[in-house]
Structure formats: C-alpha cells, structure tokens
C-alpha cells in the first residue's frame, strides 16, 4: 500500500529540517535576545474560539472535527486567540508588560500556493499591557532584528508601516460610515494586489458617492504623513494618530533600524481588530507576498472576555521567509552546522567493541561521535568521516597493540598516536 | 466569552514551556551527539495510513476530519506511519542504516489520566537498513545517555529488555497457534499491570488448554534468560534468539550502561509489529507508567508499500518523563537557562531615547538586554534587573553629563563610570 503526504503539507527530510532548525533557532534567539519569554498552546482548541476575533475569513480555512465528547474543535490556524484565552487566564499574576513570543505550527484549510501552504510555522511576538508607540517599536525592532541577524539588509527589505487609527479618522472625516468602515478595510488591504481598474470598480461597490470615493483615492496616493493632510483637514484624533506614527518613526530611528522603514498608507491589514500601527514587511524586489505582518490591537483581550489592555504584535510564517533566503542564497550554512566531533574507525573487526566503547565514552561526554556498523576498509571508514564533515578521527589499528590510538585531526590531516590512558586523561582538555 | 482549553491538553506559559524546551533540547542534543539526524513530517496524514500498523487500539484512539475536498484525514497519534512513508519514498537515494530522530507532537483522543494526556510530545529515534543487533544496542544506548544526562541513575530507572523474536519461537513450541498470537501478545504485555488472579482468568480465555496455560505462567516466571530452557527444551530458533539477546547485554556492558539494564521477559510490547528485541525503562519505584519503550520492528517499510529492510527504534513522551524528572528535584534548573546579559536602566526620563539606542545596540550585537518602558526610580529599575537575573546593569544617570555609563556588575555588585565611546570600543572584548 502506496501512501502519499497530503497536498499543501511538507516533509521535512534532513536537509529540509536543518532550514526549517535554522529558521526557528533565528526566530528564539532573537525573541530571547529582545526580552520575550516562550509560551504554546495547544494544537487543536473549541471552533468557536477561532471564530471571534477574525470573523468568517478565518472561519472558512479551519480544519474542524467533532471528538467523542461531541466538542466542537479545531486544528488552530493561528495562536493569537491563544493568546488572548491564556493571559485572560491569569491576568492578576502576571506582572506587565507581558512580552511573549511563541512558534506554534498553524494549519489552514486554503488552497496551497507558492509561499502558502496548509501547515506551516509562525513566529509570534506580542506585547500586551503597554499602551505607548514604544511598545510597537520594540515588535518592530524585534521583527528586524532577526531578519537583520540572517543576513537581510535594507536593500533587501523594507517594513511599510502605517495607523488604522489614523486611517479610521480620515476615513470618518470623509464621512464613511462605521457599519461600512470592516468592508473598507478589508478591500483597501487588497489594493496592491488588485489592477488599477479592478480595485476603484471595487471600491465603487463599497462607496456610492463619487466625491468620498475619489477623496480615499486621494488619500491612498499619500505617499508621507504631511501628504495625508493635503487630502482632508485633520482633526484633533487624527493629528493625535499622525503625532503617534512620527514617533514611531523617530522610535525606530533611535534604535538603527530606521533605514529598514517607510511610511504607507496602503498597508492596512485586513482584519477588524487592530487598533493602532500597522505594518507588514516586503522583499524590495516586490515578488512575494509580504514576509510578515503586524499591529497593535488594544480590543483583543477584552474581545474574548478579559478586561481592557493594550496589546502590539507580530506574526511572520516560514513560508515565503524561506523562499526569500533561499533565493537570497542565506540558507547556504542553514545544513553544516551540525558536524560530528569525532569519528571512530577500526582496522580490524576485532576492534568493533573498543570502537564502539570508545564512541560510548565520547558520547557520554557531551560528543558527537560515530562509528561504522560494517567496518570495511581504514580508508573507507576515513571517507565515510570526511563525508560526514567530522573534526577528528581516532583510529583503532595495529598501535593498539601498544596500547594506542591514532587520533586525526580532518582539518589539517596530522595524526598523532597516543596511549589510550593518557588519551583520556588529557581529554578534558582537548575536548571538542 | 468566557474560554476553556480542551481537556487533557496543556498551556506552556513561560515556566511550563522553560520545562519542555529542557526536555526538548536533551531530546535533540542527545540524538545529534549520538549521530540521529532530525526529520518530521505534517501533523495530520491520510486516515488510512494511521490504520495500517497499529489496528483497532490506534485507530479508536484518532481525531480524525474530513476537509473540504473530502478526504479522509487524521492528526497523527505516532509518527513512525510517517517516517515509513518517508523512507520508502526515497529508499534508493538515501544512504544505510538511516539514523533519524524527530520529536514531533502527537495527539490521541483518550481519556485523560496522569501521565497520559491527548495532546503531548514524543522522541522517536529509529536506524533503518541495520538487522545486526549492534543497531537495537545502540538505540538503547542513546535512550540510557539521554536520561543519565538529565540526571537519572541506574538507582533511578531500570532497562527491562527481551526478546519478541524468542517469545514467538517459545509460544510456538508450547503449541500456541499462529493466530492466537497476537492476542497473546496484547494479554502478556498487560501483565504487570492486572491483577494475577484477573491475568490468569484472562489467558484461560484465551488458551483452554491447561499444560500449556501452565507452561506458559512458568515461561512468564522465568528470571533470566537461562531461566527460559528450564521451561520448555530450546530449539534452534530459540537459541538464535536468545544469542541475540546475550549479545545485546554484551554491547550494553562495552557502551558502559549495562547497570542499567536487566532481562525481563514480561516486556512484550502489545502491537503484533515488532520482530526483535523489544525494550521498556521504568522508574526502580515502580509508581510510573513506562518511560519509554521500544523494539526491532523488521517488517515495517514492507507494510507501507516499500522493501523489506530491517529497522530498530524507540519512542518516549514527555509526560510521565516530566512527572519522574520533577518528582527526583531533576527540574530545578530548567528555568534558570535563560538569563539578560544587560539591563540598561535610566535616572531620568530624559535618558530613556539614550537607553533604547543602547538596548538595541546591545540586542543587535546578540545580547539579550532589556530596560524599563515606564523608568521609575533607579533603586526600582535596578531591582527589576535583580529580579531577572541580570548579569549586567548598564546606568544612564549624571555621569553621563560628562559622557559615562554606569556599568554594574549585578553578581559582585561592583561598577564602575566609563566613557561611552569607551565601552564599546572595549565592548567585543567584554561582550557577555
């Protein structure tokens, strides 16, 4: 019985593990390294859990079943509801701001395509019970700070970064109504991705008035936070909304990564529930999707029950990350890094059992060590070890006679032969 | 609304998660060291596929989903279905013995009990194309390495291990038929866990002949291999099988762990697949369920559609590790791994810009440093350090009209006032 994986879901062979190990290695290191402490959840909740903070959208890409208990459950195709369930949880003991990251595997029912699938692994970092721009700026940094550590530079990407809250008080300044305000979103956040033509006929649905129609227009060409008040008058809320984005920006400034980011008006994010900045983050070229996407959204943990705190963060999957550092060529190191410390080979068959008590001890010690279940030729096993990439050979052969083995360093091919006391007795030194 | 995880699944928050990367991390370290290359698969396959190896027990025991294209599928309960259809796919391009690990997450829809959860994770370690029982030594090996790097004793945990092989062989002469068993097998393996008078009911049921019944409560009762041919007059088969097993204790003694490991014939294992040696570590007191178990299971390729090559392995989940690790204090430490190199904290507000430039100088170098959004008191910012356990404070304060950080030793509390260019001029020598 011939078996296949199913369609949009990945084996991870070696090689392909090793990325995927690099990629999430990346992801904790940065987190750790920005002050972000781990947290999961688990892989399947209730349904109705995932139907509350992102509506019918989401609804339609869940893997749902029924268990034997008749619950309601889904595979999760986020954590962000996770989240929100677990900090509610335990709201009075945990001391603010809570600064978490997780890097769940998610799955959704969508049809696969380059850089989508139906199982795939998202970076999370989140900040919730702080308020100020300084907060988003941090996720911000955060997010650039790993794609800064595996090689990307700010000719490689670039964060576009805009407010709803500002985009929601111009957007009511025109006189869009709130019952139309989510529609509007949610085809806004389309326009990059849609023709010219396609998009105003679009929005020409949304928005009969022709005046308020070609004003969003207007606006949606600002191409800097002063463009925006050549469009409408500002008001109080949205000069309180443009003060908070030029901090932002100057924020990011201050930390060095300001050259990575630009004001756009265009990125809005689909979903209803965000509150505050916005931003998503591109290759320069503009071929793939976005590589990530944020916000604040003050609203969540109230949204499922808890009280109102503030809330910013990020989620970046592996997906169209790493089509874009393979295509970068920064996955080149993603498969060596992990080479054997030493390898044991033996002349003889006679020596399988010092082989393989030796390679015991070393692996007891905190080693990688190997050796050859067949044997064969000295030179053979040698191959096999350089093949491997392997630092150090110890050779069990007609020395041993003497009582010593021939240690070889693969690097630069010297060898010496040493009593097999005396090997150990100096081996803390030599370690690795 | 008010939402509940689903029972018998866990929520990692920050301490809970500290633990299960520690395990994690030992799981994988121990692998790579002893040669195991990592590979996963997708969390939910084909239904069917989940169905050919382990039967009604597995299948009962699955949560299974239809999705939209209406197939057929199920979250995986175990993950070697999925490294067979793995292997068989690339059989001819994937040099022998393949050693691979994985410590996938696993869910299985039964009743919650300690040590057994629905939803947990699991290290898997199998070599592939390797029938010698070198190969079943060494997957002991690795199993024994891991837990005595947590720190576990031969005091602590015991390796039961016999032999399917010779079981099958010694039921044959007793006169049990081919298809009584697999029964046999699912009864035998339960032993330990009924009571006798329940157990010998039960194999009475199952086998209405009484000499042979009898023999086989003598065969259970047998204390060491030599033990077994006082039974029943050992044939060819049976002594093929219990060199085999002699052999294995042999290379158990060579690798160093064989105080750890000890006959015991009532390791069975209940599924019909395996057709070797089989293994089961047990803490000494004998309170836990099993460890982690495993076996030489030669058939497996061949029934998911591939060759027949030999193939031996083990999994452990880290429930009932976890219940035994924090029972013998072994947890003590897993919180502990991550601490901030640097805390830069500020006199005045007006410092707080000059500590996100230096924070994020200092993440940006891989350190991970943190300040305080809300600045307060020293005395209070430094506390907050303290109580992280901060190996550094950096201090913004009047010195630094003149230019000088405060650096604060936060182990023997000693600092001192340096330039800034200063600092990080020395900073690469520093650095940690």
């Known amino acids: 019985m011939k078996i296949q994986p199913v369609k949009g879901t990945r084996d991870f062979y070696p090689p392909e593990m090793a990325v995927r190990n690099f990629i999430i290695d990346g992801w904790k290191a940065a987190s750790v390294r920005n002050g972000f402490a781990e947290y999961d959840g688990p892989i399947f909740e209730y349904l109705k859990m995932f139907q509350i903070k992102s509506g019918d959208e989401i609804a339609e890409q869940l893997f749902n079943f029924t268990d034997r208990g008749g619950r309601a459950l889904a595979i999760r195709p986020e954590i962000t509801p996770t989240l929100a369930r677990m900090v509610n949880q335990k709201i009075n003991s945990l001391p603010r701001p809570i600064k978490w990251f997780s890097v769940p595997r998610l799955c959704r029912a969508e049809r696969p395509q380059k850089g989508r699938l139906r199982e795939f692994f998202q970076w999370n970092i989140d900040i919730i019970g702080e308020g100020e721009v300084l907060a988003d700026a941090e996720v911000i940094f955060t997010t650039v700070d790993y794609l800064r550590e595996v090689g990307l530079t700010a000719d490689d990407i670039v964060v576009k970064i ?206 990688a060590a190997d050796f050859s279940y067949k044997g064969g030729g000295l030179k053979k096993q040698l191959k096999e070890a350089s093949a491997a990439n392997t630092k150090n050979c ?39």
């Open 394 to 432: 110890i050779i069990i052969g007609q020395e041993y006679d003497n009582g010593e083995l021939v240690v070889k360093d693969m690097t630069t091919g010297g060898q010496e032969a040493i009593l097999e006391d005396k090997f150990w007795a100096e081996f803390q030194g030599r370690k690795g």
């Open 162 to 367: 805009s407010s709803r809250k500002m985009l929601a008080a111009l957007l009511r300044l025109i006189g869009i109504a709130p019952d139309q305000m989510d529609g509007l979103y949610g085809l806004l956040d389309k326009r990059a991705r849609l023709p010219g033509e396609t998009f105003e006929k679009m929005i020409a649905e949304n928005v009969s008035d022709k005046a308020k129609r070609e004003k969003i227009l207007d606006l949606m060409g600002a191409g800097t936070i002063e463009e925006v008040g050549s469009v409408v008058e500002l008001d109080a809320e949205v000069q309180e909304a443009s003060d908070e984005l030029r901090r932002l920006f100057e924020l990011l400034d201050t930390m060095g990564v300001g050259r990575f980011c630009r004001f756009d008006i265009g990125v809005v994010r689909g979903l209803a529930y965000y509150t505050g900045m916005v931003f998503e983050i591109y290759d320069r070229g503009d071929q793939l999707r976005a590589i990530c996407g944020g916000g604040r959204f003050d609203n969540l943990l109230r949204d499922f029950g808890g009280p109102s705190i503030p809330a910013t963060g990020m989620g970046m999957g592996d997906c169209v990350l790493g089509i874009l550092l393979e295509e970068k060529g920064l996955l080149k190191d993603a498969a060596t890094t992990r080479r054997p410390d030493y390898f044991v080979a033996y002349a003889d068959r006679a020596f399988l059992d010092k082989a393989i008590g030796i390679t015991a001890k070393l692996r007891k010690s905190g080693l």
